[in-house]
């Protein structure tokens, strides 16, 4: 099994903290469409003829797309791929987007499964990132998506905005759990060179909440969401039983997948490719026929670096036996001899032959997996 991906580039404007490909030339959409299904069919043979049991459209802003461009890009990819009849099929949308007629749309169409980019509930806080909706909008859109009888839904929450209180992102975890939502995305702002939040911050205009502050509401989140009977299955996601995101799993977990569209990224378990960041030139080249690819060969230090920065990341963690039969010996002791500090003071688990992050690891989930990349004799040797 594998997983398509489809980026859709466009949005009617950026938000402060965005630094995916994005274009606000619509005037695009056109030749954008026909050079995605040209692309999938210069590359349909990426995956080898395997069954794509997701199919994950992400942007930019996907609910800028009408039912009829839809169409146009179903209809390639169920003629060029083999999709399972019960495909994970998700459509990320802007709830300012979502009217009835929308929703109507996108009944007609396949998609199962809706990914709502609320970010928060709160106006202010809104305003704040540019988005476009506000918190009473995106309460609507959720609740019509419920009521069209799309049950699995996802909804995106950002924590770790200047001057957020834990009373203040309580608040809207509240509300996703009042909404019934089966799944939460939640992620700590970040500060992307290259955006307007990193020059609001260099300028001083802003400042970042401090490390103790985030620590308090990633505290909170976990807490109230696993109260609340939702699984914790990695480290920004969480799912009521049943519900788990098939497709970002996928990545996660060193499954193949395919990425279409500027700036998207593609997987086969031997090299990784990524399109241009560039919608002219990704037009340009993918009709010509020409490759507006670049790869890099996957050696087994990067497979293996790959797999402790995933895996780590989840509930399944990483098998000691996999790391042995897969990379051999060396990373086998190494990881180890690496790990043994970890186990000792409880930040990392054993169980059975896996090792998982503890609670208290989640917090310093990166620096955990920083010591057990692989780095080259001469690094390791301080040299």
């Not at 619509?26 to 199919?55: F, N």
């Not at 032959?353 to 917090?363: I, K, P, T, V, Y």
């Amino acid at each position: 099994m594998a997983g398509l991906y489809i980026h859709v580039p466009f949005c009617k404007k950026r938000c402060v903290y965005c630094d995916f490909f994005s274009s606000t030339h619509l005037s695009y959409k056109d030749a954008y469409l026909s050079a995605v299904v040209q692309e999938m069919t210069l590359r349909q043979d990426y995956l080898a003829g395997e069954t794509l049991d997701t199919i994950y459209w992400g942007g930019g802003t996907p609910s800028m797309l009408t039912e009829a461009d839809f169409e146009q890009v179903f209809e390639a990819v169920y003629r060029l791929f083999p999709v399972k009849e019960d495909a994970e099929i998700t459509l990320e949308v802007n709830p300012d987007d979502i009217t009835p007629d929308y929703v109507s749309s996108l009944c007609r169409l396949p998609f199962n499964r809706i990914s709502i980019g609320i970010q928060s509930f709160n106006d202010e806080d809104l305003r704040f990132l540019h988005r476009r909706h506000t918190g009473r909008q995106a309460i609507w859109a959720a609740q019509l998506c419920t009521d069209r009888g799309y049950g699995n839904i996802s909804i995106d929450l950002m924590y770790g905005l200047p001057g957020q209180t834990p009373a203040r992102w309580e608040q809207n975890l509240e509300e996703a759990l009042r909404l019934n939502i089966v799944h939460l995305s939640a992620y700590h702002l970040i500060y992307e060179e290259g955006t307007l939040l990193y020059r609001m911050k260099k300028d001083k205009c802003i400042q970042a909440v401090d490390e103790d502050v985030s620590l308090s509401l990633f505290t909170l989140l976990i807490d109230r969401m696993t109260d609340a009977g939702y699984r914790h299955y990695e480290i920004s996601n969480f799912a009521q039983p049943g519900f788990l995101s098939l497709h970002n799993t996928s990545y996660w977990t060193g499954k193949k997948y395919l990425g279409i569209g500027p700036s998207a990224h593609s997987y086969n378990m031997e090299s990784r490719q990524w399109n241009v960041s560039s919608l002219s030139l990704y037009i340009k080249n993918t009709q010509n026929g020409t490759s507006c690819v670049e790869t890099e060969k996957l050696n087994i230090h990067n497979k293996y670096n790959e797999y402790i920065l995933t895996g780590l990341r989840t509930q399944w963690g990483i098998s000691l036996s996999y790391i042995l039969t897969k990379f051999g010996e060396e990373k086998y002791n190494y990881c180890k001899m690496q790990v043994k500090r970890y186990t000792d003071t409880g930040i990392l688990r054993i169980y059975d032959d896996r090792l998982l992050l503890s609670r208290n690891g989640l917090f310093i989930s990166d620096v955990v997996m920083s010591d057990l990349l692989w780095v080259d004799s001469y690094t390791k040797q301080g040299i």
